[in-house]
């Protein structure tokens, strides 16, 4: 199988969102969940619930996957992930956490801190494209 298309879209495109990402910078470093089925990383992420819009979709996976309990929340973009068989939608946020609370109890089982990206990603496919993304677009919140 081919790797997907992604495709990097404006905040204002008008698409059916189902993701949520957020590339989160913890202490200077980047901060990366591993889901207790996974011995992979990944960036805290999820779908986005019935009511939900993106940005409170982005907060609550933010708190149920890391503890963070202070922190800014910045949209990056919208994108597409073309696999050849279906296109899935998704936004993109930043998350400089100032403070991180107990893991609540999730499908989450470790965080980790980390000065690149790791090597082990759960979604080798995609994640390094969004987290570059990131890293590259960020804003400067000082």
């Given amino acids: 199988m081919s790797a997907p298309k992604i495709i990097y879209l404006n905040l ?5 969102l ?8 913890y202490r200077n470093q980047w901060l990366f969940v591993r889901h207790r089925e996974r011995s992979t990383w990944e960036t805290p992420a999820g779908h986005i619930e019935r009511g939900e819009n993106p940005e409170s979709a982005a ?12 922190y800014e929340l910045v949209p990056v973009c919208k994108y597409s992930v073309d696999d050849g068989q ?3 939608h998704g936004q993109l946020f930043y998350a400089r956490i100032n403070k991180l609370g107990s893991l609540p109890e999730s499908e989450i089982d470790d965080i980790k801190l980390y000065n690149d990206m790791p090597k082990r990603l759960t979604y080798p496919n995609v994640q390094p494209h969004l987290i ?6 960020r804003p400067n919140l000082d």
């Fill in 12 to 16: 204002d495109e008008t698409v059916k």
């Fill in 59 to 70: 907060r609550r996976e933010l708190f149920e996957e890391t503890g963070a309990i202070e």
């Fill in 132 to 137: 570059r993304k990131v890293w590259h677009d």
């Fill in 86 to 88: 279906r296109k899935r």
């Fill in 18 to 25: 189902t993701y949520v990402v957020i590339v989160a910078h």
